[in-house]
Nanobody, 123 residues
Framework: QVQLVESGGGLVQPGGSLRLSCAASGSIFGVNVMDWYRQFPGKERELVAYITSGGWPIYADSVMGRFTISRDNAKKMVYLQMKRLKREDTAVYYC?????????????????WGQGTQVTVSS
């Protein structure tokens, strides 16, 4: 089994920044992909950012130019640097991991999910 633990969420003012981290533990040798999703109240989880098998980051249109995803494959960590945060970024952010090398950002392709970290953007 793989456990994912997110950290770095919290309350931030509009225009501010946060950096989320996600650490994988347990049977991590099989983990190939770690990416970020978020969920708004009453909504389905939506993709925030993922890294393709070729190493290219792909972002949701709503966060393009403001968020940056990065991974440390050796440490099985994934990060999400969030800048110029907006009130509409308020959500629970989830780390997702997969043993397959390609997910296409499809949530069904991920076997493991973290418990989520709340990000609240408010003045």
């Amino acid at each position: 089994q793989v456990q994912l633990v997110e950290s770095g969420g919290g309350l931030v003012q509009p225009g501010g920044s946060l950096r989320l981290s996600c650490a994988a533990s347990g049977s991590i040798f099989g983990v190939n992909v770690m990416d970020w999703y978020r969920q708004f109240p009453g909504k389905e989880r939506e993709l925030v950012a993922y890294i393709t098998s070729g190493g290219w980051p792909i972002y949701a249109d709503s966060v393009m130019g403001r968020f940056t995803i990065s991974r440390d494959n050796a440490k099985k960590m994934v990060y999400l640097q969030m800048k110029r945060l907006k009130r509409e970024d308020t959500a629970v952010y989830y780390c997702a991991a997969a043993t397959r090398s390609r997910t296409g950002g499809d949530p069904k392709m991920y076997e493991y999910w973290g418990q989520g970290t709340q990000v609240t953007v408010s003045s």
